[in-house]
């Protein structure tokens, strides 16, 4: 038999080497005389397309499962498989979404090995940067440059086209927090949605994030009237997670207009029966059921609030009835460090243990604005200590 071709049984095949590779594909038809010369032709071919760089394996087998194993998609299949594991549900689904709006329709059924960077790059400037921000662009180029590693696995010779490709993003927006004034607004303002008017007294004054305190149960209270609790878990587009990070799970001693919150929510919702909640642990695969009883609920109909459910059906309007300048709910959060920064004798590690970060960079790099008109007269301090 002629070298690069062999008979199986009935069948014919052709076996080349390509790329470093040896290649090996089936011919339709039986191992007849004329068969296997018509292989023997072909082969022929494919060695001299090779040498010359013409080759075109698509058009030599179209169906060829070495083209659909080297589609671009099946990587894409096989990354975001992998990263259902590895991800939080709320992280995954934000990922998923962008790779199959953004990068199948576009790339899903090309040859990996045929996109190149000048293609991508004319991608990103003519289709996406027309309708997305750079901070969306980058977290697509990302799916694709983390699915052309996992490709390059299998394909030791694998060029990557996001290589050079760099999406810069403006500057983060500084807390816009809520002058004291405006929390006065804020919480004398009547509303028929207590509770929520409770989680908000609550947020200003103990700085969780909106999802941890949509989250705390009167589990995690250990004592009402001291106002100890303890944050576990947060609830993340209708899903409740243990908290972030080891760091982030915290006891806190509340202060007076939390604790306050906190009791007045006792009235409401501490006597309730315990309902069964799933809760995804830190490895975003293990689930467990938890008996709890929630401090928050929302004030017309006792459920627990997912997803944007404060924003929607209570911030907005609230503050607009209070005649205050819309900021997102978890500007309290921002308001409460803010404050604390602003009295200039609160330590940097003490909030920033208090708030759940690893370290006071955060704290240093985000919150250092004081807010105007709250803050202490810094001359006024400096002349009476050096009485001056």
Not at 196 to 214: H, K, V
């Amino acid at each position: 038999m002629a070298e690069g071709v062999e008979v199986r049984g009935n069948a014919v095949r052709v076996y080349f080497r390509w790329e470093g590779e040896l290649c090996r594909e089936p011919l339709p038809g039986p191992a007849t005389e004329k068969n296997i010369d018509h292989a023997k032709r072909l082969v022929t071919i494919i060695n001299y397309e090779i040498e010359a760089g013409t080759f075109d394996y698509a058009r030599h087998f179209p169906e060829s499962k070495r083209l659909a194993e080297n589609r671009f998609g099946h990587y894409l299949d096989l990354w975001l498989a992998i990263k259902k594991n590895e991800l939080a549900y709320s992280s995954f689904r934000g990922v998923h979404s962008k790779a199959e709006t953004h990068v199948r329709p576009k790339w899903g059924e090309a040859q990996a090995d045929t996109i190149d960077h000048i293609e991508l790059q004319d991608w990103i400037q003519k289709e996406l940067a027309a309708h997305l921000s750079n901070k969306t662009i980058k977290e697509i180029v990302s799916i694709m440059r983390q699915t052309f590693r996992l490709y390059a696995t299998r394909n030791k010779k694998a060029f990557d086209p996001t290589s050079g490709i760099t999406i810069r993003l403006p500057d983060d927006e500084d807390p816009d927090p809520f002058t004291r004034s405006e929390i006065e607004k804020i919480l004398t303002t009547p509303t028929n949605r207590v509770q929520e008017l409770n989680l908000i007294q609550f947020a200003i004054y103990d700085g969780p994030r909106i999802s941890e305190a949509q989250a705390l149960a009167w589990e995690d209270v250990l004592d009402v009237e001291k106002g100890i609790i303890r944050y576990r878990r947060a609830v993340v587009r209708g899903r409740f997670k243990v908290t972030k990070t080891k760091r982030s799970t915290r006891v806190h001693h509340l202060l007076k207009p939390a604790r306050e919150a906190l009791q007045a929510q006792y009235a409401m919702t501490g006597k309730l029966e315990p309902r069964v909640y799933e809760v995804v642990d830190r490895d975003n695969r293990t689930v467990r059921k938890e008996k709890l009883r929630l401090v928050f609920l929302n004030s017309r109909n006792n459920q627990p609030f997912y997803e944007n459910a404060i924003r929607e059906r209570f911030w907005k309007t609230h503050l607009k009835k209070a005649g205050v300048r819309y900021r997102g709910p978890n500007q309290c959060r921002h308001t409460f460090i803010s404050q604390l920064l602003s009295l200039g004798v609160v330590p940097l590690h003490w909030i920033s243990n208090h708030v759940g970060h690893a370290t006071i960079t955060m704290i240093q790099q985000r919150y250092g604005k004081w807010i105007r008109g709250d803050g202490p007269d810094i001359p006024a301090l400096i002349e009476k200590q050096l009485g001056l």
